[in-house]
């Protein structure tokens, strides 16, 4: 009974609140949104906030309460999870006030909320890299922020997500080998630009191992004339990973590969050691 009782006055004071709500939508007195719009703000109830400061943002546009609206009707939707739309608003606000009050906070959840929306590293990655665009600009306005260092962390950890997403499609290509076409170049050519783009990612040496597998793989099927080129390509690619990771934990595999590639040139061996050698004096 009493179970009964209390469900019953529940549902009239949600009757009674959709009522309120009802009438304020309906209403055309923009400041009573306003108002009603920052208490339902402060209730938590963000979907109720951003409609009533959508139909109302218009009537305030050049006025002094434009720029809390603005950053409010943002904060309404980066707090309901709807980063990409909260990333609007932000960005709204900051352009059209780059010295207001809450610009600050506006450009880094511009960031932040994009990066909560970055998707698993295989699905596409455009939120990801405006997500880090986004920190880079923070940083750039605000370098001695507060929240600077979670920044740069948060822009490192999207990089990573980016450095992974090469590793995988890197991955693929070598596991595709000359399937339907010549994928170890493909490898190949998408582990240098990671380098290139990400030196200091977790997956260097991944990406550097994965060059010396295609590298060997490529001149074992080439054709006769080519592989002692493509050999020779190995063999640099093999001393790059040697003094890149001296210690790595692929170390004795590229070392093979190595071996297989100088037995294979034959009678060169003596003049691609000493010209390694030779190599290693000049660096």
């Known amino acids: 009974m009493k179970i009964k009782i209390l469900c019953t006055l ?15 939508l309906k209403s055309r007195d923009a400041e009573l949104k306003y108002t009603y719009a920052k208490k339902y703000f402060d209730e938590k109830k963000y979907s109720r906030t951003s409609t009533l400061l959508e139909e109302i943002l218009t009537a305030y546009t050049g006025s002094a309460k434009e720029q809390e609206i603005l950053f ?3 904060q309404s939707y980066f707090y ?3 980063y990409t739309t909260a990333t609007q608003y932000y960005t709204r606000y900051y352009n059209k006030f780059p010295k207001g009050d809450y610009t600050e906070l506006a450009r880094y959840n511009a960031a932040y909320g994009l990066y909560l929306d970055s998707p698993d590293a295989r699905l596409d990655q455009t939120s990801t890299i405006k997500a880090i665009q986004e920190f880079q600009s923070f940083l750039e306005y605000f370098p001695q922020s507060e929240r600077a260092p979670e920044a740069q962390d948060l822009m490192f950890k999207l990089q990573e997500k980016l450095a992974y997403k090469e590793f995988l499609a890197a991955r693929l290509y070598y596991n595709l080998g000359l399937y339907m076409g010549n994928n170890y170049e493909a490898c190949i050519v998408t582990s240098h630009e990671a380098l290139k783009n990400y030196p200091f990612s977790a997956f260097s040496e991944e990406f550097q191992i994965l060059i010396v597998r295609a590298r060997y793989e490529l001149a074992y099927y080439s054709v006769e004339e080519k592989k002692p080129t493509r050999y020779r390509d190995l063999l640099d690619e093999h001393f790059n990973y040697r003094n890149m990771f001296p210690n790595g934990k692929y170390l004795k595999e590229s070392e093979r590969y190595y071996r297989q590639a100088l037995k294979a040139l034959g009678q060169e061996v003596d003049q691609v050691t000493n010209e390694a050698v030779q190599q290693e004096m000049n660096n």
């Open 10 to 24: 529940f549902l009239a004071v949600l009757l009674a609140s959709c009522g309120e709500y009802n009438k304020i």
């Open 72 to 74: 409010l009707l943002a």
């Open 80 to 82: 309901n999870k709807d």
